[in-house]
Nanobody
């Protein structure tokens, strides 16, 4: 599985961005997808996850109500819509994929097999 993330950029606080991650190489609908982020000097942290068919989603508390993860299996793409962005959201955002046969979600970086290259999000105050 190869993942290509895009959509990052510079935005003012309160603004919005939509990240995209396109997958190639394997059957996309067999994989749970997740978004993680890593700020300078910090560990990579979980942001959001979506099950392979899109029926289940979850978010870290700090983004609940502001971010929405979704997927289009016909386009082999997962999205992260980010609204009401804050300076603390500044980070490099990574998409990740994990093969799943059940309906569970994955929250830890070590659970994900494949990673995209990251897209940088900078939120100015």
């Amino acid at each position: 599985v190869q993942l290509q993330a895009s959509g990052g950029g510079l935005v003012q606080a309160g603004g919005s961005l939509r990240l995209s991650c396109v997958s190639s190489g394997r059957t996309f609908s067999n994989y749970n997808m997740g978004w993680f982020r890593q700020a300078p000097g910090k560990e990579r942290e979980f942001v959001a996850a979506i099950s392979r068919r899109g029926g289940s989603t979850d978010y870290t508390d700090s983004v609940k109500g502001r971010f929405t993860i979704s997927r289009d299996n016909a386009k082999n793409t997962v999205y992260l819509q980010m609204n009401s962005l804050q300076p603390d959201d500044t980070a490099v955002y990574y998409c990740a994929a994990n093969f799943r046969v059940d309906g569970g979600l994955d929250y830890m970086p070590m659970e994900y097999e494949y990673w995209g290259q990251g897209t940088e999000v900078t939120v100015s105050s």
